[in-house]
């Protein structure tokens, strides 16, 4: 499954600092033309919470984007942790997604 992390992780990790600097904010993202990945996080807390059966037009839009960032994001080089055991950009950008690497 690519979204695996359950509402509660995915909260629990956009509450914690790493969270809160993970991902574009929503004014960095526009300015991009970009969608953000906080954005997509508070998406995912909505989607988990509904029936797929009553899932908004939008909402399967999200979960379009979501599937192809994750997967393009799972299939680039690079490590997910830095030489000092710190999370890398590509680590905090597949977790804000709701995609822990590690499951």
């Not at 030489?83 to 997604?97: A, D, F, H, M, Q």
């Amino acid at each position: 499954m690519l979204v695996n992390m359950t509402p509660r992780e995915l909260q629990r990790f956009l509450d914690s600092p790493l969270g809160k600097v993970a991902g574009l904010s929503a004014a960095a993202a526009r300015a991009q033309g970009i969608k953000s990945g906080r954005e997509s996080a508070r998406w995912i807390l909505r989607m988990k919470a509904t029936p797929v059966s009553q899932w908004s037009a939008v909402m399967w839009q999200w979960a379009k984007r979501q599937v192809a960032f994750i997967k393009r994001m799972r299939g680039m080089r690079g490590p997910l942790l830095d030489n000092e055991g710190n999370p890398t950009r590509k680590l905090l950008s597949l977790l804000v997604w709701g995609h822990d690497p590690w499951k």
